[in-house]
């Protein structure tokens, strides 16, 4: 796919980094009313840890290279959760060395309120499109999804590199 550089482009670029916070804003920070107290002091990242850990009760390196962060951060991370009792420890019955994450009753609960809010919160954002729309717009969305998965440069775009 080739890359066109054109003013209409660059404001068509600008346009989208205007409207993203939104968006983004819209969908995340929106609690429901149910359960926003028990989320009071759970952090955004905390519930995308907990996604991981509810979908695989994986290891701690998984979780780490899951939310790509460091075993460190993503062992303070899950500290907290647990702290919150909201993750458990659980030793993998296959290999005693190992520790498995599992997310509580209590986390579970939480997920299905929020999920089921978060879809709502989507659908209302999503409402002024008909369904032709919103099937282009979730097929161009994979589409920047997939090159960001296979193309690993794209990951590293604006940092330094190791060593540099």
């Keep these: 796919m080739k890359r066109r550089s054109s003013r209409h482009r660059t404001e068509l670029l600008d346009r989208f980094l205007m409207v993203r916070p939104a968006i983004e804003h819209r969908i995340h920070a929106s609690k429901p009313p149910e359960v926003a107290a028990e989320l009071e002091g759970v952090t955004l990242h905390q519930i995308e840890a907990l996604r991981v850990i509810q979908r695989a009760g994986c290891t ?4 780490a290279r899951s939310l790509g962060v460091g075993e460190s951060a993503a062992t303070a991370l899950v500290d907290r959760l647990v702290r919150q009792g909201l993750v ?10 190992v520790v498995r994450l599992g997310a509580s009753k209590r ?11 978060q879809r709502r919160v989507v659908e209302e954002l999503l409402g002024a499109l008909d369904d032709e729309q919103l099937a282009q717009l979730v097929e161009l969305l994979e589409v920047v999804a997939r090159q960001w998965e296979e193309d690993p440069e794209l990951s590293t775009c604006g940092q330094a590199s190791p060593g540099s």
Excluded at 60 to 63: A, I, K
Excluded at 107 to 117: G, T
């Design 60 to 63: 701690m390196s998984e979780l």
């Design 88 to 97: 458990e420890r659980v030793d993998d019955p296959a290999d005693r060395r």
């Design 107 to 117: 986390a579970l609960e939480l997920a299905r309120c929020y999920d089921a809010h």
